[in-house]
């Protein structure tokens, strides 16, 4: 079916200037042309919008957690089907929310995985999902409760075998302590250089880009000198990182909302003692280092890690006006990072709107480059060249 829409402000995804009353037409999946706004399409349906933006990638996602406030009791309570449910869900409210492509940086069984492969085949409503699989963290670590314990460089070569055999797309790594789990600190290696490299090195030869967690300054370190592809969260950068990610091309991945939230949301009593005193030091340092690399050009990719508490996968839009105001983009540049960024981070087809690419894509009722805050509850979300979500 052949959909046209005419809009006033069209943002191709990247920092190019916006073009001015055109029409896109779309047709099998992709977009045919952008012509003038007076140009007759012969479209079954035409559409109005404020405003234009390609859908949103979310690089980091947990789509079997909803944002509980103790989200690790939480998830260890979850039966598998209840998680698979609760998956299922997630990933319809994020398509519904404007979010038509997701990365999923860890999970439980294949959920993420077998809900990626039902997704494409037309059975569910969600968006593209790019999955990890299990992460891989070392024995105790960081999300060992839900990850791929391993420990040494072959087992961490086995692992991302393991990972591929059930159907991942990209590894994702625990270098650090993390916030969520009891007892690992935030600040400490987990992972060594040697067990990352080892695991980079097994997944590029089979195509698959590798993402680390990191908060803490060396192990945010021995992840980029060890390869990765990107850094997630990165909050405890220092210049020497900075420069580090610069001379391997690396992306960070900023999940400022995955802290911002938690910060919020202290005074409600409901998230355990220890993830509001981690993320609480965490957020008094965050925002001053991820705007100082991406003021010395590191190159930042939208991601929210949402899941994690009070950080819904319906919220992107949060993400993304928390780069603006606490990083100094523009709304334009923001939008970038969650667009064309973020497709370039996942090596996705996706990202921009030019002739030829896939019509994943936003109408808006606002100008979202004017002000981000118009990315809340896009009026139509269009996936795939068909309508995936209208608001009356
Ligand atoms: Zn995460």
Redesign the pocket.
């Given at each position: 079916m052949r959909i046209a829409i005419r809009t006033g402000t069209l943002y191709d995804g990247t920092d190019a200037a916006p073009r001015t009353n055109v029409t896109l037409v779309v047709e099998d999946g992709r977009i045919a042309r952008i012509a003038g706004s007076d140009e007759p399409t012969d479209a079954a349906r035409t559409y109005e919008a404020a405003s234009v933006i390609p859908g949103l990638i979310n690089s980091?996602v947990?789509l079997e957690v909803n944002g509980e406030p103790d989200t690790s009791t939480f998830f260890l309570l979850r039966t598998p089907v209840e998680r698979t449910l609760d998956a299922a869900r997630n990933a319809r409210l994020a398509l519904e929310a404007g979010v038509t492509t997701v990365r999923d940086?860890?999970g439980s069984e294949s959920n993420a995985i077998a809900l990626r492969d039902a997704i494409a085949r037309g059975e569910h409503a969600g968006p593209t999902i790019i999955p990890a699989g299990r992460a891989l963290c070392m024995t105790g670590g960081h999300g060992a409760f839900i990850g791929r314990e391993t420990d040494g460089p072959w087992d961490a070569r086995k692992a991302v075998r393991e990972q591929r055999k059930a159907g991942a797309e990209c590894i994702k790594l625990i270098a650090t302590g993390g916030v969520l789990t009891k007892g690992a600190v935030p600040g400490l290696d987990q992972l060594t250089e040697e067990e990352m490299r080892a695991a980079i090195v097994e997944a590029s030869a089979h195509g698959m880009r590798v993402a680390a967690?990191a908060i803490g300054t060396s192990g945010i370190k021995n992840a980029l000198r060890a390869g990765v592809t990107s850094i997630?969260h990165g909050h405890l950068l220092d210049d020497e990182a900075i420069e580090l990610f610069k001379a391997r091309d690396a992306y960070l991945v900023p999940t400022l909302a995955a802290v911002w939230r938690i910060f919020e949301n202290v005074a409600g009593g409901a998230q355990p003692d220890y993830v509001v005193r981690k993320a609480t030091e965490i957020y008094h340092q965050a925002g001053d280092n991820i705007r100082k690399a991406y003021r010395a050009g590191v190159k930042i990719a939208g991601g929210s890690?949402a899941g994690?508490p009070y950080n819904r996968h319906e919220d992107y839009a949060y993400e993304v006006e928390l780069m603006s105001t606490v990083l100094g983009m523009t709304a334009q540049q923001a939008l970038t990072a969650a667009t064309s960024t973020a497709a370039e981070l996942l090596g996705a087809d996706a990202g921009v709107l030019a002739p030829g690419r896939p019509a994943d894509l936003l109408l808006l009722s606002g100008d979202a480059g004017a002000d981000v805050r118009a990315l809340r509850e896009p009026r139509v979300v269009i996936k795939g060249g068909a309508v995936a979500h209208e608001r009356a």
């Open positions: 980091h947990h940086l860890g967690h997630e890690d994690t």
